[in-house]
């Protein structure tokens, strides 16, 4: 079964609507990350998702534009506000803490393949 | 503000031989990784170095970590096409963020 599991896999989206990535991990874990990766580019950090409160976003992300929830150790959603062609991208949930199994790697969902139209 | 820097971008390589990737970066940083990713697939994580001098072997694909040179090296040895992917190193930064290089697209020819 999946480390971290992301829904949903793909989509196809209308220019000026939202969409929110689910990012869901299968333990608890302190950090939780969204990257940005546009086509045949490499990863860019979004921001950091914080349990309980505000993201922490990296130069050049907004939260109007990317708003971020994660209301557990678990699980984090991420979304794409009022979309434009230039949001399409693959949109990768990531995930480190404690526990044997992420305690020294980040690991990556699957990505969101988001294409805007 | 920290850079990571890949080359080359892109390499055709024939199988059975051997080739190195670089990976520079600007500054100091508690950890180093090497990742593998398949056309339309994420991530894999193939390597984590955690200190100087680190080596560590997988297959035929060997990555080292020199923190005073700032260089990671990511060697492929007698290369196959199963190697065929795009490669990233991404250095580890406070907060346990991740700056990716550019991506190193290997093409292993028969």
């Known amino acids: 079964s999946a480390v971290i599991s992301q829904k949903p896999s793909r989509d196809i989206c209308q220019r000026g609507t939202s969409l929110t990535i689910q990012c869901q991990v299968d333990s608890q874990v302190t950090m939780m990350f969204w990257y940005r990766q546009q086509p045949g580019q490499s990863l860019t950090l979004i921001a950091t998702?914080?349990?309980?409160?505000?993201?922490?976003?990296e130069s050049g992300f907004v939260i109007d534009k990317f708003p971020i929830s994660r209301p557990n150790l678990t699980f984090s959603t991420l979304t794409v506000s009022n979309m434009s062609p230039e949001d399409s991208s693959i949109y990768l949930c990531?995930?480190?803490?404690?526990?044997?199994?992420?305690?020294?790697?980040?690991?990556f969902g699957q990505g969101t393949r988001l294409t805007v139209v | 503000e920290l850079k990571v820097e890949q080359n080359p971008l892109f390499l055709s390589m024939q199988e059975g031989k051997n080739y190195t990737i670089y990976c520079n970066y600007s500054t100091t940083s508690d950890r180093l990784y090497w990742y593998r990713q398949d056309p339309g697939k994420s991530l894999e994580s193939l390597f984590v170095?955690?200190?100087?001098?680190a080596v560590k072997q997988e297959g035929r694909l060997m990555a080292s970590l020199d923190t005073k040179a700032r260089l990671s090296t990511l060697h492929i040895t007698a290369a196959v096409h199963d190697l065929s992917a795009t490669y990233f190193c991404a250095v580890e930064t406070s907060g346990s963020r991740l700056t990716f290089g550019e991506g190193t697209q290997l093409t292993v020819n028969p």
């Open positions: 998702a914080n349990q309980g409160s505000e993201a922490t976003y």
């Open positions: 170095l955690l200190s100087n001098g």
């Open positions: 990531s995930a480190e803490g404690p526990g044997a199994r992420f305690r020294t790697e980040a690991f």
